[in-house]
């Protein structure tokens, strides 16, 4: 069974752009969730997607936003891209969510805003 | 919300030696994993381990839920297993998987 896909894998933006980031989750799998890591601030949550509807949302402003398709797939956005939005995105599925079983995590998309 | 703590954060060990890794959690939890980050950023889960013991090969995990701490065991340690170890949890009032700050293991030959 394939993994978790994450593209693009590397992304070079500049401050005021936007950038959408996909996950394509394991097959079968119905949750996707997203998380940030950073040196500074280390892996924070930002939201989880199941049946395409956000479940739970972390402590990101306005700017981070989600979606999931009908296919489980799922895509994140950063607007107006701030210099501190450089960081590793890291998406993750499971079948039933997070709060129930174990995160596949997909290899990452590494972001680095100029 | 939940709060996680590991300890400790840096660990140097020599080839064949064993280790432990400790998790706190502030709260009651529904869901504990343990997973290693490798050089490249790609994070492998090791443990879903809400409570009880689990063994897999060489490593093993053991969450005292009443206690809220879960302990991850490396044994006959391999250059392989460097990289960062995380503990995440879900549970008390957070809707959200709360990692902790990770321990980052380096194994010498």
């Known amino acids: 069974k394939a993994g978790v896909t994450q593209t693009p894998r590397y992304l070079i933006k500049t401050r005021g752009q936007q950038v959408t980031l996909s996950c394509s989750p394991i097959?079968?799998?119905?949750?996707v969730s997203w998380y940030q890591q950073t040196p500074g601030q280390g892996l924070q949550f930002l939201f989880e997607?199941?049946?395409?509807?956000?479940?739970n949302k972390g402590n990101f402003p306005g700017r981070f936003s989600g979606r999931q398709f009908s296919n489980s797939r799922s895509e994140m956005n950063v607007s107006t891209l701030e210099l501190g939005d450089s960081a590793l995105y890291l998406c993750a599925s499971s079948r039933g969510g997070i709060d129930q079983e174990t995160q596949y995590f997909g290899p990452g998309t590494r972001l680095l805003v100029l | 919300g939940i709060q996680v703590e590991q300890s400790p954060p840096d660990l140097i060990l020599q080839e064949g030696a064993n280790s432990t890794l400790r998790c706190n959690f502030s709260?009651?939890?529904?869901?504990l994993q343990w997973f290693h980050q490798n050089p490249w950023g790609q994070l492998i889960n090791l443990f879903y381990i809400p409570s009880g013991t689990k063994q897999n090969g060489r490593l093993s995990a053991t969450t005292v839920a009443t206690e809220r701490y879960s302990l991850l065991y490396i044994s006959s340690s391999q250059t392989t297993d460097s990289g960062v170890y995380f503990c995440a949890a879900y549970g008390g009032a957070t809707n959200k998987l709360i990692f902790g700050t990770g321990t980052l293991l380096a194994v010498q030959p």
């Open positions: 997607y199941f049946s395409e509807t956000q479940r």
């Open positions: 097959s079968g799998h119905r949750s």
């Open positions: 709260d009651s939890v529904n869901n």
